[in-house]
């Protein structure tokens, strides 16, 4: 989860910097486009990776990593084993 909160936080960064330069680029379906929706949309993207990255710091581990344990017990079920 950390991984898509930096690939979010690189994305609002990039539309916050291309859309202060040009806002045609990326609203282009306006006649005038503001710098204001921009900016808006680029904060609301940020806020998403910050909490995204908070959350995925709070797991402590990627959600792709199994347990392994060295030795399994006889009388645990794998329901047993999953925390």
């Known amino acids: 989860m950390i991984v898509w909160a930096i690939n979010l ?9 291309v859309g202060l330069i040009k806002p045609n680029w990326l609203l282009f379906w ?7 929706i921009i900016v ?3 904060i609301v993207l ?5 909490v995204l990255f908070g959350e995925g ?5 990627p959600l792709s990593e199994v347990v392994k344990q060295d030795k399994p017990v006889a009388n645990e079920s794998p329901s047993d084993l999953v925390k």
């Not at 936080?9 to 910097?17: D, E, K």
Request: charged share 15%; proline share 3%; aromatic share 6%.
């Open 30 to 36: 306006m006649e005038k486009p503001s710098r204001f």
């Open 57 to 61: 710091n709070r797991q402590g581990s």
């Open 46 to 50: 940020f806020m998403a990776a910050a």
């Open 40 to 42: 808006a949309v680029s």
């Open 9 to 17: 936080l690189v994305l609002s960064v990039g539309i916050l910097i």
